[in-house]
């Protein structure tokens, strides 16, 4: 019997497996998710960009929402309440990284 490999493939004569991949690590989202601006009914929050991230979750307290960056912008809030929210980075292969925790207060009216 002879064995070969080629494109995810590994064959012996007449005879042929396909490899699978069974193991693949997400993003890893680091350091801390920092304020920019808190308004009456809003709060702007960054953290630091993970690798291999193409985008960012942020979810909590009624919210789920996406973004393209390392910022977010959540709106309609009500003023003078405390929120959290999580965040997680994800690859183009929809792998999630560990999470990272925005906590702060919107402003009084």
Same mark, same amino acid.
């Given at each position: 019997?002879?064995w070969?490999?080629g494109r995810?493939l590994?064959c012996?004569?007449?005879?042929?497996?396909?490899?699978?991949?069974c193991?693949?690590s997400g993003?890893?989202?680091s350091?801390?998710?920092?304020?920019?601006?808190? =308004?009456?009914d +809003?709060l702007?929050f960054t953290?630091q @960009?993970?690798?291999?991230?193409? /985008?960012?979750? &942020?979810?909590?307290?009624?919210v789920?929402?996406?973004?393209?960056t390392n910022?977010i912008?959540v709106n309609n809030?009500t003023?003078?309440?405390r929120?959290?929210f999580?965040?997680? =980075?994800v690859s +183009?292969?929809?792998?999630?990284s560990? @999470?990272?925790?925005?906590?702060n /207060?919107?402003g &009084?009216l």
């Open positions: 019997m002879q070969f490999a995810g590994l012996m004569t007449r005879l042929c497996f396909q490899t699978v991949v193991s693949q993003p890893e989202i350091g801390a998710c920092n304020l920019v601006t808190s =308004a009456t +809003s702007e953290w @960009s993970a690798m291999s991230a193409t /985008s960012y979750r &942020l979810v909590g307290d009624g789920n929402k996406t973004s393209d910022s912008t809030l003023p003078g309440s929120y959290s999580t965040v997680r =980075a +183009s292969e929809g792998l999630v560990n @999470s990272i925790s925005c906590t /207060s919107t &009084l």
